[in-house]
């Protein structure tokens, strides 16, 4: 295939790298960053340079920022060849899919909605490898009007990159789920650096401590805009969380160790359970 | 030296494999359970079994959760042969130092304070590894009355054994900075899994969700009794946390985008200096 990546910072360079490192597709690099596409050739990451509008490719991958990316492709389409397989890695999937599924179909391009379950703590072309989706979850989230030939064509080259698990999730479904998984955990790990005692905890830092911080580096533009492009899911589970903390914080208060014990196992119970299903998982896929 | 550990747990019996893997030290266990102390001779993991009152020993270490290592040391001490170190290895130094401190003194015995910074999800005996604490911070608390040698062969048998860095802290602030690196991260947890979206996360669950997950499965007993031991401590940084998570959701529920990058960016600095610090550490250390 002939292979357009738009927007080469982690997701799209390492997209390019890794189709580079284990296929025979050609890929073709977009960015407004001229150094970049100038590294990027340097490198071998990509064959040469393009845009959505040239009308040259089988599948055009955007890994851009919802914002940008759906004006970005708005503006394009009219001139993306018919049958072009547009795929796009954005981090929320409701309003994308919606839009796009409708758009794209009126003017016969193929459109199939992902989001790769990678990152890194670092972000830009800098930080791309081409391993980085070396057995992640993919997420595809097809709706009424995806095409199945171009469904199946990303799961291949999905597949051909290194992904482990591909899940299909409704594109609503998948933002609930993202909110409670994904950025919560980046609320939490964030919020839990505003301690007073963070510049004395590096020597008592054990593993769990590592945990809770590890994802608190965010790009502030990027996410505050993902957050709020997730409102009310995101709302939703952290209420519940800041409700669940609570909990603790008045048994504590009351010195009430029997419902701290409650607490605790109720969380136990519910984590064992998790890890049995991980278990199972990991078994039934034959890796255990 | 002749060593008797007391306890034979996850901690416990990690500490007689692991001496008895690396060092030449004769080791004895003392615990409750019979089977327990059966599969340790088994396995090799003792040399043989003895009691904190039949005075054979030059060290005794003891890996009991501390209300119950308090009490078992008071009415064991008056018969432990004078000159014998003692070790305990409780997660809570304050009221535990402070007490043995004295009391061992004017029982001739030289008390040592440690909080081996190592664990697993999972606990007991058939838990326990030789390589546990390899790399591991070793958290030491002399206070005045502790005496120096005694201090010194426990700080040589942590680094004959595997523990990376020592670090000398005082019990109280030990407590404190417990409850904020540790204490606070397992309630996180614990409360974190409570959602109603649990079941269906293992689908979309990236790093970032294990992360937050993790040590969720606590013992309740063992852990109830941390908390509460721990309260103050604990209740000022679980408040702190909800405040904090807590701006999060006031900007998030008034759709205010520049607080909501503020306060990323916030955290995103602070997290930076702490990685940029321990990136120091381990240069100053030669590992980088």
Same mark, same amino acid.
């Given at each position: 295939?002939?292979?357009?990546? /738009?927007?080469?910072?982690?997701?799209?360079?390492?997209?390019?790298?890794?189709?580079?490192?284990?296929?025979?597709?050609?890929?073709?690099?977009?960015? /407004?960053?001229?150094?970049?596409?100038?590294?990027?050739?340097?490198?071998?990451?990509?064959?040469?340079?393009?845009?959505?509008?040239?009308?040259?490719?089988?599948?055009?991958?955007?890994?851009?920022?919802?914002?940008?990316?759906?004006?970005?492709? @708005?503006?394009?389409?009219?001139?993306?060849?018919?049958?072009?397989?547009?795929?796009?890695?954005?981090?929320l999937?409701g309003?994308?899919?919606?839009?796009?599924?409708?758009?794209?179909?009126?003017?016969? /391009?193929?459109?199939?909605?992902?989001?790769?379950?990678?990152?890194?703590?670092?972000?830009?072309?800098?930080?791309? +490898?081409?391993?980085?989706?070396?057995?992640?979850?993919? +997420?595809?989230?097809? =709706?009424?009007?995806?095409?199945?030939?171009?469904?199946?064509? /990303?799961?291949?080259?999905?597949?051909?990159?290194?992904?482990?698990?591909?899940?299909?999730?409704?594109?609503m479904w998948h933002d609930n789920m993202i909110a409670y998984t994904s950025q919560l955990?980046?609320?939490?790990?964030?919020?839990? =650096?505003?301690?007073?005692?963070?510049?004395?905890?590096?020597?008592?830092?054990?593993?769990?401590?590592?945990?809770?911080?590890?994802?608190?580096?965010?790009?502030?533009?990027?996410?505050?805009?993902l957050f709020?492009d997730n409102r009310d899911n995101l709302l939703y589970h952290l209420?519940?969380?800041?409700?669940?903390?609570?909990?603790?914080?008045?048994?504590?208060? @009351?010195?009430?160790?029997?419902?701290?014990?409650?607490?605790?196992?109720?969380?136990?119970?519910?984590?064992?359970?998790?890890?049995?299903?991980? @278990?199972?998982?990991?078994?039934?896929?034959?890796?255990?």
């Open positions: 295939m002939q292979i357009l990546v /738009v927007g080469m910072g982690l997701i799209g360079g390492s997209i390019c790298k890794s189709i580079k490192a284990v296929t025979e597709h050609t890929v073709y690099g977009c960015d /407004v960053r001229q150094d970049v596409l100038e590294q990027a050739l340097e490198d071998g990451s990509i064959d040469g340079t393009g845009t959505m509008e040239d009308g040259a490719y089988d599948m055009i991958i955007v890994c851009l920022h919802q914002r940008i990316a759906i004006s970005l492709i @708005q503006k394009a389409l009219p001139r993306i060849k018919a049958g072009t397989i547009l795929v796009d890695a954005c981090g999937k309003k994308m899919v919606r839009d796009l599924t409708y758009r794209c179909q009126k003017a016969d /391009v193929f459109y199939v909605g992902t989001h790769p379950m990678a990152g890194r703590e670092k972000s830009g072309y800098a930080a791309s +490898i081409p391993n980085l989706f070396q057995g992640a979850n993919l +997420i595809v989230t097809p =709706v009424e009007g995806t095409q199945e030939h171009a469904l199946q064509t /990303v799961i291949g080259l999905a597949k051909e990159i290194g992904f482990g698990q591909i899940i299909q999730a409704t594109p955990a980046h609320v939490v790990s964030s919020s839990y =650096v505003k301690d007073f005692c963070m510049d004395d905890a590096l020597s008592f830092s054990g593993g769990s401590f590592q945990d809770m911080t590890r994802v608190a580096t965010m790009d502030e533009t990027m996410w505050a805009a709020l209420d519940l969380l800041i409700e669940n903390l609570t909990d603790y914080r008045d048994a504590l208060k @009351q010195r009430d160790e029997e419902r701290l014990q409650y607490l605790i196992a109720e969380g136990r119970q519910i984590q064992e359970e998790n890890v049995r299903k991980r @278990q199972q998982l990991k078994e039934e896929k034959g890796e255990a």
